[in-house]
């Protein structure tokens, strides 16, 4: 089925297990925020490319981004980029409950694959 931005098929996934944690919501309104961003910045683009986006980045308890790296792409460099813009446009997002800060430590290591199917 198409997706917006004309691109096929578009998934994303991360490495933030959201249903296994204490903080699953947190997590859950954390992947919904990048994702959506995402499929904004898709909308009305007729790109037919197939590949990924690698990403990692650190997300701190007061809800900042920092230390973004790209650690794998095979598209062309403006999706790269969105996929990048996905994570950084949102921020600052919430801060950490109370849980996430008894259990995580500052920062959170986070990783985000971004997946484009022609």
Same mark, same amino acid.
């Given at each position: 089925?198409?997706?917006?931005?004309? @691109?096929? %098929?578009?998934?994303?996934? =991360?490495?933030?297990?959201?249903? $296994?944690? &204490?903080? +699953?919501?947190?997590?859950?309104?954390? @992947?919904?925020? &990048?994702? !959506? #961003?995402?499929?904004?910045?898709?909308? !009305? $683009?007729?790109?037919?490319?197939?590949?990924? @986006? @690698?990403?990692?980045? !650190?997300? %701190?308890?007061? +809800? #900042?981004?920092?230390?973004?790296?790209?650690?794998?792409?095979?598209?062309?460099?403006?999706? =790269?980029?969105?996929?990048?813009?996905?994570?950084?446009?949102?921020?600052?997002?919430?801060?950490?409950?109370?849980?996430?800060? #008894?259990?995580? =430590?500052?920062?959170?290591?986070?990783?985000?694959?971004?997946?484009?199917?022609?």
């Amino acid at each position: 089925t198409q997706q917006p931005g004309g @691109v096929t %098929h578009i998934e994303q996934d =991360s490495a933030v297990d959201a249903m $296994r944690t &204490v903080y +699953g919501e947190y997590d859950r309104e954390f @992947v919904d925020a &990048v994702q !959506n #961003r995402w499929f904004e910045l898709l909308k !009305n $683009r007729q790109d037919n490319v197939a590949g990924r @986006v @690698v990403l990692e980045f !650190n997300l %701190h308890a007061d +809800g #900042r981004i920092t230390d973004m790296k790209m650690q794998f792409t095979d598209v062309n460099d403006l999706l =790269s980029l969105l996929c990048q813009q996905a994570v950084e446009d949102p921020a600052p997002y919430k801060k950490w409950p109370q849980e996430m800060r #008894r259990e995580i =430590s500052d920062p959170r290591q986070v990783r985000f694959t971004f997946y484009y199917f022609d």
